[in-house]
């Protein structure tokens, strides 16, 4: 059986993980039950782009939304919502 072996990049911009090039323009934070929301609006060398970070519980997730999506992000989020039945939460 022939072995398939994949190389990795080192390349740290490559990462999903923030790096210290990222520069935060705004950032607000806030706690919603038991989670806690970060929405960073950041720029590197590639752009800009919103960061959207939810902990809970030990755990992280971690949203990256081009600026060139933004819009349109926030668009199928009021369009969720203006779908969901009257008095539903």
Do not use: C, W, Y
Request: aromatic letters at 6%; hydrophobic letters at 40%; glycine letters at 6%.
């Amino acid at each position: 059986m022939a072995k398939i072996l994949l190389s990795f990049s080192s390349d740290p911009s490559l990462t999903s993980a923030p790096s210290k090039m990222d520069s935060i323009i705004e950032s607000r934070e806030l706690q919603i039950e038991r989670k806690f929301f970060s929405i960073d609006l950041r720029e590197n060398g590639r752009g800009k782009f919103l960061r959207i970070t939810e902990d809970s519980q030990g755990h992280r997730n971690v949203i990256i939304v081009p600026m060139s999506g933004v819009d349109d992000f926030a668009d199928a989020i009021d369009d969720v919502l203006a779908s969901e039945p009257a008095g539903q939460d």
